[in-house]
């Protein structure tokens, strides 16, 4: 089972390359990923957090029937209706709060065979879709905070880590 990093991973900051070679590896890799985000309770994993540096992600929301595979994915359009929406991230344990995002999605992907998809979401699968697809970017959902709720945040994940000790 593949690790997921967590914050003060340098890989959780740098930035994927795409996927060009669609071998053999690729659906393990993607089979790998649902097995370490389901083992965590998660619905989201973005390859950074597993480090893998290239441009993946899987999305398990309760209510579709299996997970999805998202690969070289590209939002192509955003709603400028906004919402609010309680966030939390495997690579940042018993965090959450409240991040801005569009409402609705174009995105277009691929699959583990290669072949290009474009579907359009809303709801909590774009949240999902957007949230994994900034870890592709090294970037975190508390980046998406203002500065003094990122800065309690972050103060209360270490708190939380020196108790572990």
Excluded: W
């Excluded at 997921?4 to 900051?13: Q, S």
């Excluded at 930035?15 to 097995?35: S, W």
Aim: glycine share 8%; aromatic share 6%.
């Amino acid at each position: 089972m593949l690790d997921i990093l967590t914050l003060g991973d340098e890989f959780l900051r740098e930035k994927t390359e795409r996927i060009k070679d669609f071998g053999p590896e690729i659906p393990v890799l993607a089979d790998a990923m649902v097995e370490a985000m389901q083992g965590e309770r998660g619905i989201g994993l973005a390859g950074p957090q597993v480090g893998v540096l290239k441009r993946i992600f899987v999305v398990d929301l309760p209510e579709e029937k299996s997970a999805r595979v998202f690969i070289n994915p590209e939002i192509l359009e955003t709603s400028q209706e906004l919402a609010s929406y309680e966030e939390g991230c495997l690579s940042i344990p018993g965090m959450y709060a409240n991040v801005i995002r569009p409402v609705y999605i174009t995105v277009q992907a691929q699959d583990v065979e290669g072949k290009p998809f474009t579907i359009k979401a809303d709801g909590l699968l774009a949240r999902v879709i957007q949230h994994e697809n900034d870890h592709l970017q090294g970037v975190l959902f508390i980046d998406r905070l203002t500065e003094e709720k990122r800065e309690k945040i972050l103060k209360e994940y270490e708190k939380r880590g020196k108790r572990k000790k």
